[in-house]
């Protein structure tokens, strides 16, 4: 079955460009140039990737973002004319799993949309491999459903978040530095002033402390990296 890319953006040039370029690699195209339409595509839809633009009229980028990430468990594709780096940590910390600058490479964005795809493709695909439970203190890491409890409350977490607290969980007692994180979650190069690691790990922490009445899982060895205590 084809993927469904939903495709938002209030530039018609720019929806009508990605949708030839993505029609191209054989994806099925969902076009909105707002996020309230947007949103309700989404209700309708089985949607399997979102590229969304951030500076639109009403709700903006960042919001539908997170309205989406309060639902749903898609990958998002963050699109700017902007390029300064709060813009993306804010993308990230809002839910967003890949951050481009317009004007941007058609072919670079393909790319990291295939890349987007596979990834989510990958751990749907390996949670019904195996159905082993994860357990740390109250919280249960089900990796066959891709989902993560605590004291039977389920925990959103987007799917670069699950993969971090999968990837430490199964590594109990070893750290692993920002550069590894990035490289094992993301599979990409690590730029020495990328800080994507630590905006998603304080995510995840905030959540899982949050449901755990403050209770640590993640530790950080500072200067080395983080871990998950045996």
């Given at each position: 079955m084809?993927?469904?890319?939903?495709?938002?953006?209030?530039?018609?040039?720019?929806?009508?460009?990605l949708?030839?370029?993505?029609?191209?690699?054989?994806?099925?195209?969902?076009?909105?140039?707002?996020?309230?339409d947007?949103l309700?595509?989404?209700?309708?839809?089985?949607?399997?990737?979102?590229?969304?633009?951030?500076?639109?009229?009403?709700?903006?980028?960042?919001?539908?973002?997170?309205?989406?990430?309060?639902?749903y468990?898609?990958?998002?594709?963050?699109?700017?004319?902007?390029?300064e780096?709060?813009d993306?940590?804010?993308?990230?910390?809002?839910g967003?799993?890949?951050y481009?600058?317009?004007?941007?490479?058609?072919?670079?964005?393909?790319?990291?949309?295939?890349?987007?795809?596979?990834?989510?493709?990958?751990?749907?695909?390996?949670?019904?491999?195996?159905?082993?439970?994860?357990?740390i203190?109250?919280?249960?890491?089900?990796?066959?459903k891709?989902?993560?409890?605590?004291e039977?409350?389920?925990?959103?977490?987007?799917?670069?978040?699950?993969?971090?607290?999968?990837?430490?969980?199964t590594?109990?007692?070893?750290?692993?530095?920002?550069?590894?994180?990035f490289?094992?979650?993301?599979?990409?190069?690590?730029?020495?002033?990328?800080?994507?690691?630590?905006?998603?790990?304080?995510?995840?922490?905030?959540?899982?402390?949050?449901?755990?009445?403050?209770?640590?899982?993640?530790?950080?060895?500072?200067?080395?990296?983080?871990?998950?205590?045996?």
């Amino acid at each position: 079955m084809n993927s469904n890319i939903l495709v938002v953006d209030d530039e018609k040039e720019i929806r009508n460009l990605l949708e030839i370029n993505l029609r191209n690699e054989g994806y099925n195209v969902f076009k909105e140039s707002c996020g309230e339409d947007a949103l309700d595509t989404l209700d309708r839809e089985e949607i399997h990737l979102i590229v969304l633009d951030i500076m639109m009229p009403g709700i903006d980028g960042f919001e539908v973002c997170r309205r989406v990430r309060e639902k749903y468990n898609i990958p998002i594709l963050m699109l700017s004319a902007k390029a300064e780096d709060m813009d993306k940590i804010q993308g990230i910390i809002t839910g967003a799993d890949d951050y481009v600058c317009k004007p941007f490479n058609q072919l670079e964005l393909i790319v990291r949309v295939k890349a987007l795809l596979r990834r989510a493709y990958f751990l749907n695909t390996k949670m019904q491999i195996s159905e082993d439970l994860i357990r740390i203190e109250s919280m249960v890491i089900d990796k066959r459903k891709h989902k993560v409890t605590i004291e039977d409350r389920e925990i959103d977490l987007t799917a670069r978040e699950f993969e971090i607290l999968y990837l430490l969980a199964t590594n109990r007692g070893r750290v692993f530095s920002a550069e590894e994180i990035f490289a094992k979650v993301w599979k990409e190069r690590y730029f020495q002033s990328n800080n994507t690691v630590m905006v998603h790990m304080s995510r995840l922490r905030d959540k899982i402390e949050h449901n755990m009445n403050g209770s640590k899982v993640i530790h950080t060895v500072w200067g080395v990296g983080y871990k998950i205590e045996k």
